[in-house]
């Protein structure tokens, strides 16, 4: 299983971007998608969560701004990006808990990460 981000970049401040991870490989379920962040210097910390029925869940002040979505038959997920501030500058990763097979439990995988940077 492969999770491949993409949609990074460098954005003036008050700018938006759409992130992308697609997971590719022998997949029987996806559960839980996740997006973290990690800031130069910093842990990596979670920002966005959705179930496989939609329901999301944001992190602090992020919700408002972020914006997070799934196409369950694309396995993908999506964060949207919105006003965004310098201090949003970081490495993107998206999370997914995956199963291989209907005997196997749900994993998390991690994807690559990408960069999001923001000028002020």
């Known amino acids: 299983v492969q999770l491949q981000a993409s949609g990074g970049g460098l954005v003036q401040a008050g700018g938006s971007l759409r992130l992308s991870c697609a997971a590719s490989?022998?997949?029987?379920?996806?559960?839980?998608m996740s997006w973290y962040r990690q800031a130069p210097g910093k842990q990596r910390d979670l920002v966005a969560t959705i179930t496989k029925t939609g329901n999301t869940n944001y992190v602090g002040s992020l919700k408002g701004r972020f914006t997070i979505s799934r196409d369950n038959a694309k396995n993908t997920v999506y964060l949207h990006l919105n006003n965004l501030k310098p201090e949003d500058t970081a490495v993107y990763y998206c999370n997914m808990e995956i199963a291989l097979s209907t005997w196997d439990r749900y994993r998390e995988h991690w994807g690559q990460g990408t960069q999001v940077t923001v000028s002020s």
């Open positions: 490989g022998s997949i029987f379920g996806i559960g839980i």
